[in-house]
């Protein structure tokens, strides 16, 4: 059972650079979402998806952009990275929006990235 | 909005005690989920114990149960007979069928041998 697969596990950027960061899943889970966690703030949504061909904006999307082409994957871009986006990024999936919700949520196991 | 929060930041318990942690929330939904999630130094995020608001029994998982307060959203989590392996991050979370789950600031919980 893979569950929720994120890569890379960290990662070291460039002001300026892009990079993507992959998040699969192998439950055939119809929602998916990208947070960031920051000390002192929980985890914050960037980003989620209901089902492939469909994404919305969380609390804190400005600086990231998702695609949903796949039921499996649900990749992040950063598309010019800011120091203010060193975080630790997690992919969640779950059964549905509107489906078992008392479930929760399945998470990665994390993305640190630095932007220097 | 919903808003969860988790007024300590931080929380120590000596090994085979019990300790609390607390967490209110905010909202105008009647039925909605909260849960508990434990973030160990691995980072991996586990969820420990979840609660229905439409179920007035409090939930229990081993040695994780929680004092569910609906009229005062309050929803604290208590771990008996703590253990090394208890010390992580917690997080409480909310969610309504139609939304997002909404984390708190987190507790570190430390267990002192």
């Known amino acids: 059972n893979a569950g929720v697969t994120q890569t890379p596990k960290f990662q070291v950027l460039k002001t300026g650079q892009s990079m993507t960061l992959q998040c699969a899943q192998d439950?055939?889970?119809?929602?998916m979402s990208w947070y960031r966690q920051d000390p002192g703030m929980g985890l914050r949504l960037i980003h989620y998806?209901?089902?492939?061909?469909?994404?919305d904006q969380g609390e804190v999307p400005n600086g990231y952009n998702v695609s949903r082409s796949t039921t499996e994957d649900f990749p992040l871009r950063l598309l010019s990275a800011a120091p203010s986006q060193t975080s630790v990024y997690f992919c969640?999936?779950?059964?549905?929006?509107?489906?078992?919700?008392?479930?929760?949520?399945?998470f990665g196991q994390g993305t640190r990235l630095t932007v220097v | 909005a919903q808003t969860v929060t988790q007024s300590q930041p931080e929380m120590s318990v000596q090994e085979a005690e019990t300790v609390t942690l607390s967490c209110t929330y905010d909202?105008?939904?009647?039925?909605?989920?909260l849960f508990w999630y434990k973030q160990p130094p691995s980072r991996q995020m586990i969820l420990v114990i979840r609660?229905?608001?439409?179920?007035?029994q409090n939930a229990t998982e081993n040695r994780f149960s929680v004092n569910f307060q609906k009229a005062a959203k309050s929803f604290s989590l208590k771990i008996s007979d703590s253990q090394l392996g208890d010390a992580a991050m917690y997080f409480c979370?909310?969610?309504?069928?139609?939304?997002?789950?909404?984390f708190g600031e987190g507790t570190q919980l430390t267990v002192n041998p």
């Open positions: 998806s209901v089902g492939a061909g469909i994404t």
């Open positions: 969640a999936s779950s059964y549905s929006m509107y489906g078992p919700t008392a479930l929760g949520a399945f």
């Open positions: 909202t105008s939904e009647s039925d909605y989920y």
């Open positions: 979370a909310y969610k309504t069928s139609g939304s997002r789950l909404t």
């Open positions: 439950m055939n889970h119809e929602y």
């Open positions: 609660q229905e608001a439409y179920k007035q």
